[in-house]
């Protein structure tokens, strides 16, 4: 979908004859051609023709909840877009001796759960400077806990990172999660894939049954522990874990 009124277009995917796919539509039913390619490849092209423009009016809703969305995944489910991030991201938390002792620093004052997890939440935040800076494979793959906490800077994945990295020194489970944020609008395909998704924050589980679990975004200046900007509230969100990935919705006031 475009402003201006579209002729045609087409969008190409190719990859290994035999290797699975999957793809939805929402509010449009297209179907690709199948073309077999030298190299035990295929190639599938969806195509359109006349798309009308979308005019431009104040106060719109987030594009994709009004433009129909293509989504081509080769994932099967979103347990295997969690365990993909999770092998992406678990090496880069693991912390040298005096990062893990300034971790126990940040603590020595906290008795309660809580508070630990509020003195790093604080000490990262403190810390660290939000610098988007995201070439090459790190668009998507966090840069090392060690190396964020050295520079002092970086991106929402990479915050995140150091939070599971820091929360994990002082014996706290914590995960990342993939977050597709509210001004993103609602996915409707239901196609799992990586890319739906444009920030990053930490999940801690609750420790047992009836207890809290606390969301920390690493790229807030102005929230306290326990605030979330208003990007995250309600929106989607990927845990990610050694046992796959679990969609769900972040709390609209985390504890």
């Known amino acids: 979908g475009s402003e201006n009124p579209t002729v045609r277009f087409e969008y190409a995917a190719d990859l290994p004859a035999d290797k699975p796919v999957r793809f939805g539509q929402a509010g449009t039913d297209l179907t690709p051609t199948n073309e077999s390619l030298p190299g035990n490849r295929r190639l599938l092209v969806w195509a359109g023709r006349n798309l009308p423009g979308i005019e431009a009016e104040p106060f719109l809703p987030p594009r994709d909840e009004f433009i129909p969305p293509l989504r081509v995944s080769t994932f099967t489910d979103w347990k295997e877009v969690g365990l993909w991030y999770w092998n992406l991201s678990r090496q880069e938390m693991e912390l040298p001796d005096d990062l893990r002792a300034r971790a126990t620093e940040a603590i020595k004052d906290c008795a309660a759960r809580e508070e630990k997890i509020a003195a790093i939440y604080r000490h990262v935040t403190n810390e660290i400077r939000y610098v988007g800076i995201e070439f090459g494979r790190f668009g998507c793959k966090p840069h090392k806990a060690e190396r964020t906490f050295r520079a002092r800077y970086g991106d929402c994945k990479d915050t995140a990172v150091l939070f599971c990295a820091m929360l994990k020194a002082v014996g706290i489970d914590a995960r990342v999660a993939l977050v597709r944020t509210a001004?993103?609008?609602?996915?409707?395909?239901?196609?799992?894939?990586?890319?739906?998704?444009?920030?990053?924050?930490?999940?801690?589980?609750?420790?047992?049954?009836?207890?809290?679990?606390?969301?920390?975004?690493?790229?807030?200046?102005?929230?306290?522990?326990?605030?979330?900007?208003?990007?995250?509230?309600?929106?989607?969100?990927?845990?990610?874990?050694?046992?796959?990935?679990?969609?769900?919705?972040?709390?609209?006031?985390?504890?």
């Open 183 to 255: 001004d993103r609008g609602k996915e409707r395909t239901g196609i799992p894939g990586a890319f739906l998704f444009n920030h990053a924050i930490a999940y801690v589980p609750a420790e047992k049954e009836g207890a809290p679990h606390y969301w920390l975004d690493g790229t807030t200046d102005y929230h306290a522990f326990g605030e979330l900007p208003t990007m995250d509230r309600d929106a989607m969100a990927l845990l990610t874990g050694p046992d796959g990935g679990e969609l769900v919705s972040v709390d609209a006031d985390s504890p």
